[in-house]
């Protein structure tokens, strides 16, 4: 893989198009514990919401949850827990290793944990993003260009078209 400098990513990279870095982080795995991103979904003092896809329509409720048994009925989830650079410190200093970018272009750093099959639904995100895998294997898809029209009716905003340019395997 070849190796871009902060410079290449921000004239070549940045809110341009998406780029894949592989095993950019050692021991990612070990950013954050899982049973801490359950905990937090549980405790009021966190922000958290649940995404789930449960006969055929799409949901998002907020934390907090009373145990973790709030997802066994869904068919697929994803726990989303929010502000974790103030939560971990692990999570802060990588947020660090970030500085060279305009800080005002920052919300939060967040996780999302799911179970296999799950997703979040083809969505735009209309702020930037990193996204860091740190654990399973997930298929990433990207259209470049998609068209802006949402389901009605849905607490999520899932696009109505998505027709992938690329996909990985991660």
Same mark, same amino acid.
């Given at each position: 893989?070849?190796?871009?400098?902060?410079?290449?990513?921000?004239?070549?990279?940045?809110?341009?198009?998406?780029?894949?870095?592989?095993?950019?982080?050692?021991? %990612?795995?070990?950013?954050?514990?899982?049973?801490?991103?359950?905990?937090?979904?549980?405790?009021?003092?966190?922000?958290?919401?649940?995404?789930?896809?449960?006969?055929?329509?799409?949901?998002?409720?907020?934390?907090?949850?009373?145990?973790?048994?709030?997802?066994?009925?869904?068919? %697929?989830?994803?726990?989303?827990?929010?502000?974790?650079? =103030?939560?971990?410190?692990?999570?802060?200093?990588?947020?660090?290793?970030?500085?060279?970018?305009?800080?005002?272009?920052?919300?939060?750093?967040? +996780?999302?944990?799911?179970?296999?099959? +799950? +997703?979040?639904? %083809?969505?735009?995100?209309?702020? =930037?993003?990193?996204?860091?895998?740190?654990?399973?294997?997930?298929?990433?898809?990207?259209?470049? =260009?998609?068209?802006?029209?949402?389901?009605?009716?849905?607490?999520?905003?899932?696009?109505?078209?998505?027709?992938?340019?690329?996909?990985?395997?991660?």
């Amino acid at each position: 893989e070849k190796t871009i400098t902060k410079e290449d990513f921000i004239l070549n990279y940045w809110e341009q198009k998406p780029i894949v870095f592989k095993s950019f982080i050692n021991n %990612a795995e070990k950013l954050i514990d899982k049973n801490d991103l359950f905990f937090m979904a549980k405790d009021e003092s966190y922000e958290t919401r649940l995404v789930h896809f449960k006969n055929d329509h799409w949901s998002v409720t907020d934390g907090p949850f009373e145990s973790e048994a709030f997802i066994r009925d869904a068919k %697929a989830w994803t726990l989303i827990n929010h502000n974790l650079e =103030n939560n971990f410190e692990s999570v802060h200093e990588l947020k660090k290793q970030l500085s060279f970018l305009p800080l005002w272009l920052f919300d939060d750093a967040m +996780s999302t944990l799911s179970n296999k099959g +799950s +997703s979040v639904g %083809a969505h735009i995100d209309n702020y =930037n993003v990193f996204i860091l895998q740190l654990d399973g294997k997930r298929e990433w898809q990207i259209q470049h =260009n998609p068209k802006k029209d949402f389901i009605q009716g849905l607490e999520v905003k899932i696009l109505e078209e998505f027709t992938p340019d690329k996909s990985f395997i991660l």
